[in-house]
């Protein structure tokens, strides 16, 4: 019986996407779970061979693959206690990778924090803090540490107890001390560890209301986060200054934490005119939107935000038109400056100027005939805002605020 070739060449394809479905199969999560279990069984055995560089080979294998290494935990916790230090070290540093699913190794941690190596305590202290809060049986060794005589391990410390679970108050004096330790890092670690237990450590807020004039930027920083955290309103003021710190990361920094402690509205408005002044974009687009978030009680704000509106930074300008916006009439004097930005090349800085002369309602009637243009717009998301905006023009009278 003759074959055709056409008969052939189906009969192979039929095979080879046979053998692929079957592949695509095999690779489903339970199966590809089951093919590392073999390479999770030789790292293991490795973890217990004879030779140190073969044990820390497959160590290094296990931090690199993370939660993905859960199984080998207990082999690790077995080599905590290796006569090699940076196994040990290697090893704390593997079960901190390995993260919540090395919560098994809690109790071998915290007793490596006695370890003789101070690399070896500061590297389980951070395992501690990476496990995060199922760690909490931890604080009282933890706290210990903190007078540890190497600073690495100091920080490590603090690093957790801002993680962990467990009654991390009475941490705080501790910790609060730390944050005149000569050591630049234990002191942000400090400063971070002391923001993450929050209202709790408001006893800290003075020590850092002084750090914000640290000689380190990323004490300051720290410092400013942890205010903000705690809610210390005595922190205002000192925030308030910062804001004209040299460093842009300290400014912003101080600035969320006004956000979040929140700022009498008169004082506020001051203080985010200010920031639209800032060299940097990210921080003037953040003081509009704070203005824009008190929205009627910032009247005084609309010059500066019409400034604003010439930003060279679309988001700053789309930032100056939504607080405008939430202004309202108030802000009347800003219709012809957002009448020029519907000729904006971006999009959305054009349909935030729309949505902007939409809340002044009748106040904005001058600028229908621009609106009624963009009916056409070439851009979706304009035509439909500047629909609404007209409606609103023309349905709402003027109401003074």
């Known amino acids: 019986m003759n074959i055709s070739l056409r008969t052939l060449l189906t009969e192979s394809l039929r095979s080879v996407c046979s053998g692929a479905l079957s592949s695509l199969l095999l690779l489903s999560p339970g199966t590809a779970q089951e093919s590392r279990e ?12 004879a030779d140190k560089q073969v044990r820390g080979r497959a160590v290094e294998e296990i931090k690199k693959r993370g939660g993905e290494a859960k199984a080998a935990v207990p082999a690790l916790i077995q080599l905590l206690k290796d006569q090699d230090g940076d196994l040990r070290k290697g090893a704390a540093e593997a079960l901190g990778r390995i993260g919540p ?23 389980a202290a951070f395992a501690l803090g990476q496990i995060g809060l199922k760690a909490g049986p931890a604080v009282p060794a933890l706290n210990e540490l903190l007078k540890d005589q190497n600073p690495w391990a100091r920080g490590s410390a603090a690093y957790a ?10 941490s705080v004096p501790a910790l609060t001390g730390l944050l005149k330790d000569q050591n630049e890092s234990v002191r942000r670690d400090a ?27 990323s004490v300051r920083r720290y410092a400013a986060e942890a205010l903000g955290r705690i809610g210390s309103a005595a922190a205002v003021p000192a925030l308030i200054a910062s804001l004209r710190d ?9 600035a969320y934490a006004l956000s979040r402690i929140g700022v009498e509205p008169k004082e506020a408005v001051a203080v985010w005119t200010e920031s639209l002044k800032d060299q940097n974009e990210h921080l003037r687009s953040y003081a509009a939107d704070e203005l824009g978030n ?15 509106l010439k930003d060279q930074d679309r988001f700053v300008r789309i930032s100056a038109a939504k607080a405008l916006g939430k202004i309202g009439v108030g802000a009347r004097d800003s219709v012809p400056a957002l009448m020029e930005l519907l000729k904006d090349a971006e999009p959305l800085v054009r349909v935030n100027a729309v949505t ?18 963009l009916l056409n717009d070439q851009a979706q998301v304009v035509r439909p805002a500047a629909a609404g905006a007209i409606s609103k023009i023309n349905s709402r009278g003027t109401k003074l605020q």
């Open 191 to 217: 400063s971070e560890a002391l923001g993450r237990i929050g209202a709790d450590a408001k006893a800290a807020a003075p020590a850092l209301i002084v750090l914000l004039k640290d000689g380190s930027s």
């Open 38 to 49: 073999p390479r999770d069984r030789e790292l293991i055995r490795q973890l217990q061979d």
């Open 101 to 123: 699913e090395a919560a098994g190794a809690v109790p071998a941690l915290t007793d490596a924090l006695k370890d003789d190596n101070a690399q070896v305590r500061s590297n």
């Open 161 to 170: 107890l801002g993680r962990v679970g467990g009654d991390v108050k009475a």
């Open 294 to 308: 008190i929205g009627p009680g910032a009247v005084e704000a609309a010059p500066a935000l019409i400034r604003s």
């Open 356 to 373: 902007a002369l939409g809340e002044m309602g009748s106040e904005a009637k001058m600028a229908i005939p621009a609106l009624t243009e």
């Open 246 to 254: 040299q460093e842009f990361v300290v400014r912003l920094h101080s």
